[in-house]
């Protein structure tokens, strides 16, 4: 969301997970939109998948606060 400087990315549970090669990716992406003013918000595709509601008003609370 270019305008409030926030990117999101949705790990998916296979590449992420069960792959075992997304923590070192995790924190340089993180980095890089550091780097560049943006915060960057992970969600795990599995507790989308479970909390959806939950991780809705997670992501609208860290739109809100910008």
Partial sequence: IPDIKIAIEV????WHY???NGRKNH???SKLCREK???????RE???KS???H???VIIK???NV
């Avoid at 790990?11 to 296979?14: K, P, Q, S, V």
């Avoid at 003013?37 to 969600?43: N, P, T």
């Fill in 11 to 14: 790990n998916g549970e296979y």
């Fill in 18 to 20: 069960i792959k075992k």
């Fill in 27 to 29: 924190v340089k992406k």
């Fill in 37 to 43: 003013g943006y915060k960057l918000l992970h969600l």
């Fill in 46 to 48: 599995d507790l989308w």
């Fill in 51 to 53: 909390k959806k509601e």
């Fill in 55 to 57: 991780m809705k008003q």
């Fill in 62 to 64: 860290l739109i809100q």
